[in-house]
Structures are given as structure tokens and as C-alpha cells.
């Protein structure tokens, strides 16, 4: 299963994915898949690649070169039925770095090589 997320500019992420294993109980996926982005942000001295995202920790994530069509993607290299997908900004110390996740599109489906035709 591939997730991709469109952005106007790609920030930061921290991705969860549930999956319903057992009654009431849920599993973050997230850590289970491979993680690629478009591009990779160098800068600040930290590392910014895109398993970042979805490595559990708060006080790292992912960050693309500003472009006009960066991409995250997400492969769970099996197929789930997910049930929630949370996506956390980071806390940014900048100006309006809070929006730079605005207009962002998911998408989750079974085709790697037509991501943009896998539902919204």
C-alpha cells in the first residue's frame, strides 16, 4: 500500500497510521513501511529524510526543498485497512511556517505507479 502526500511546499511530518488489530484496539502502522520524498531538505545542521516522519519521535521529521510539487510517500509493503490517518506539523520558531502544510492531498491506495489515481 503507498501513501503520497501533495504539498504546496513540504515541511514536516508525523505520521500515524491506525489499523484496527483487535476490538477497541489500534496499531500505529507508520513505522512499518518505507518512507521517500521528492527532495531532502540540508539545513540547520539535522538530518531531515523522510522516515523522519514516521520514526515515533516528536522532536524530529521530515522536510523537503521547496519545489513546486514536493511529495511524501509511504509504502506499508502490504495491504491494510486503515482506519485513521493523523498528520502532526511541527512547532516552527519561524513566520507563517505553520501553513506550509496547508493544501496538503492524501491519498492511499494499492498502486505505486498511479498515485494520483488512488482515492483522496
Known amino acids: 500500500m503507498n501513501m503520497r502526500v ?20 489500534e496499531v500505529n502502522i507508520a513505522s512499518w513501511g518505507t518512507a521517500n520524498q521528492s527532495t531532502t531538505f540540508d539545513g540547520f545542521n539535522r538530518d531531515w529524510n523522510a522516515q523522519n516522519a514516521v520514526n515515533g519521535s516528536s522532536s524530529e521529521c521530515s522536510h523537503t526543498v521547496e519545489q513546486s ?29 505553520e501553513i ?21
Open 6 to 25: 501533495f504539498y504546496k511546499s513540504l515541511l514536516s511530518l508525523l505520521g500515524f497510521f491506525s489499523v484496527q488489530m483487535k476490538a477497541e484496539t
Open 69 to 97: 510539487d514536493p511529495w511524501w510517500k509511504l509504502d506499508l509493503k502490504k495491504t491494510y485497512t486503515v482506519n485513521r490517518v493523523t498528520i502532526t506539523n511541527r512547532i516552527c520558531q519561524t513566520v507563517n511556517c
Open 100 to 120: 506550509w502544510i496547508n493544501g496538503a492531498v492524501i491519498r492511499i491506495g494499492n498502486d505505486p505507479s498511479d498515485v494520483l489515481g488512488n482515492p483522496v
